[in-house]
């Protein structure tokens, strides 16, 4: 499933890039057909990275909370962890 996301996040950028090429603005129905594509692929791929940086956040808070020894700084990391799963 996630191999599928990665490439559907792949895909939006190439658009992206593309959508930004002058030959593509000049050519409306490819214009047309990328923009339809974008708008289709946008709502996955942007919910696709808030749970890639939600996942990423608990990964890290996990980390400190293993090594660090500062009760200030675990205090912080446990909150940023319990921040993190309750968006996921």
Known sequence: MFDRLDDLL????????????????????????????????????????????NRQNIEDSLAILNEETDEDMRELAKEELNESKESM
Do not use: C, G
């Open 10 to 53: 792949i895909r939006f950028e190439e658009i992206m890039s593309e959508l930004n090429e002058p030959d593509v603005v000049n050519n409306q129905e490819r214009f047309r057909k990328l923009m339809k594509e974008q708008n289709d692929l946008a709502p996955i791929v942007e919910t696709y990275k808030e749970y890639k940086n």
